[in-house]
């Protein structure tokens, strides 16, 4: 199966437990991380020892945790930010696996609730402005724990590990934008001969709705880019809120992706109801695909948004599965 989005690898993830092979490709190295730590971690013991080899090297972080912007000591205590800062600069998640499963478990547990993060009270699911933050801390009187690392993260890495890992079967994400990594993965197929998927399953992004920069800044910022949350430092790192090169990157994915599925497979993407994003989507596809057979699934959201829990009662669209078949 083909998963052009493939966001943490959900899809890609449980096409492997499955039995059958999956390739995603994901634009943002937080959700890339997440998704190649689930297909293949390293073997725990070496996340262990690499754990202690980061602790061991914080020491050396001392002076520059004291130079970092005022954001970071109000969210972070202080042996816990000269660890961060070693991890940052000493995990090597692109190219190592060890260190790419040890920054994946760091990352989850990076900013959350009081008690089961590294961070001073913050929304696990995002990470909200600096400014927001140091003014939300000190008005609510809260401070950042002052945990023993190590300790904290082995209880999580042996919790993720108990669950059991997934068998490795030739399952792949690649890290990058699908526009310009589709026809490479084409090119390879027919010089290979692998075969072409039979599901092209996907969800991509909603118009107008999450900034997946913005709201992963201080997962970002551990992963070594800048310490600040920014609107948009380059293509669909913003909002999607340009109807044009909305619909470019939604045509032009779907067109390259059908280099890669076979002729009868099926084409199952999830996306919002909101007309706008529906249209584009089903504009994209059905060009894409001309020669298939379209069924809905309307999926209400069952449970409140996370607008809803702040206050937001207005009703929600809701998400619909769009399927092409073959005829
Ligand atoms: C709706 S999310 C997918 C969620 C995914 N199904 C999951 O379970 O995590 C859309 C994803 O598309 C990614 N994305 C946006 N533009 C992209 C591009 N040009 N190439 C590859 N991925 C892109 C976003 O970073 C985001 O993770």
């Known amino acids: 199966m083909l998963d052009p989005f493939a966001g943490r690898g959900t899809s890609i993830f449980n096409a492997t437990v499955l039995g059958r092979c999956g390739l995603g490709i994901e634009i943002s190295p937080v959700g890339w991380i997440y998704a190649k730590a689930k297909l293949s971690p390293a073997p725990i013991e070496q996340v262990i020892e690499r754990l202690h080899e980061i602790a061991d090297a914080s020491i050396k972080y001392t002076k520059l945790s004291k130079s970092q912007p005022v954001f970071f000591k109000n969210c972070f205590s202080p042996n816990v930010l000269q660890f961060l800062l070693s991890a940052r600069d000493r995990l090597d998640w692109r190219r190592r696996t060890c260190d790419r499963t040890l920054m994946a478990i760091l990352l989850v547990y990076l900013h959350g609730k009081e008690g089961q993060a590294l961070s001073n009270q913050m929304r696990q699911t995002k990470a909200v402005s600096p400014s927001y933050a140091i003014k939300w801390w000190d008005e609510h009187g809260t401070k950042p724990p002052d945990l023993d690392v190590v300790e904290f993260m082995l209880q999580r890495i042996f919790w993720r590990y108990s669950k059991g890992v997934v068998k490795g079967n030739g399952s792949r994400v690649y890290l990058g934008d699908c526009i310009t990594l589709l026809p490479r993965l084409a090119k390879q197929m027919r010089e290979k001969t692998i075969p072409k ?79 706008f994003t529906k249209q584009a989507t089903l504009d994209a596809m059905l060009t894409a695909f001309p020669n298939k057979k379209l069924n809905e699934i309307c999926r209400p959201f069952q449970q409140p948004t996370q607008t809803h829990l702040f206050g937001d009662r207005t009703p929600k669209q809701g998400e619909i599965d769009l399927i092409l078949r073959p005829s």
């Open 197 to 275: 998927a039979d599901l092209l399953l996907t969800s991509p992004p909603y118009y107008g709705v999450t900034n997946y920069y913005y709201d992963q800044w201080l997962r970002l910022w551990l992963l070594g880019f800048e310490a600040t949350a920014y609107v948009s430092r380059g293509p669909y790192q913003g909002r999607f809120t340009h109807q044009t090169i909305y619909r470019n990157l939604l045509k032009g994915a779907f067109c390259r992706a059908a280099n890669l599925v076979a002729d009868d497979s099926v084409i199952y993407v999830r996306t919002s109801k909101d007309p």
